[in-house]
């Protein structure tokens, strides 16, 4: 699972860091700090809708494990900002706890996801033509090895690079851009339900 475009940093398999995440208003407050140079506490309850006191206690939390930090203070203000080079959550099946964590915040990710698509798609109706023909939900069905899926999520990965740089510095957003969410994922059927001829790895 990541975060942000094509992550530079190294992939985060530790179960207590992966489970920092596993909070709505952590994930929310990611997205925020995401899509600005920095907020305070203060501007976060004003986005999240949460109090400033509740901000506060996640951001520090957030900060405690490595996703967020200090930006420059604004006087007496004191914002955060996130890290830069996004974050890989990467599970190691020889860590205990790793891959459930990741599981956890994975999920919690695709809920959060969805809900932002039914939220589109339920204000269709005041969309410009050019924006309802722009947007798109798809999925394909086919049969791939472990290594061509781990390629094809590495394509899915690299595929926003070209808009790098435009939530930090908007003279580099075109006219008529918006906000726009890419959400994508690559995986197998459960094994239960892959036919007997393709079990995949066999010892």
Known sequence: MDYGAVPSTPPISDPERIRALAHPVRLELLDL?????????????????????????????????????????????????????????RPRQDLPGSTTAVAEVAALHMLRETERVHRYLGQLDRESSAWVKAATVTSSSFWATADEAAQLSEELRALTERFAGRSEDPSLRPDGTRQVRLFGTVNPDPASQAPAHATGDQQ
């Open 33 to 89: 700090l995401g899509d600005v140079e920095d907020a305070t506490a203060t501007e976060c309850a004003e986005h999240t809708g949460e109090s400033v006191a509740s901000c506060s206690f996640h951001l520090r939390q957030l900060a405690r494990y490595g996703y967020i930090e200090r930006a420059q203070s604004r006087g007496r203000e004191k914002p955060w900002r996130i890290v830069k080079g996004g974050y890989d959550l």
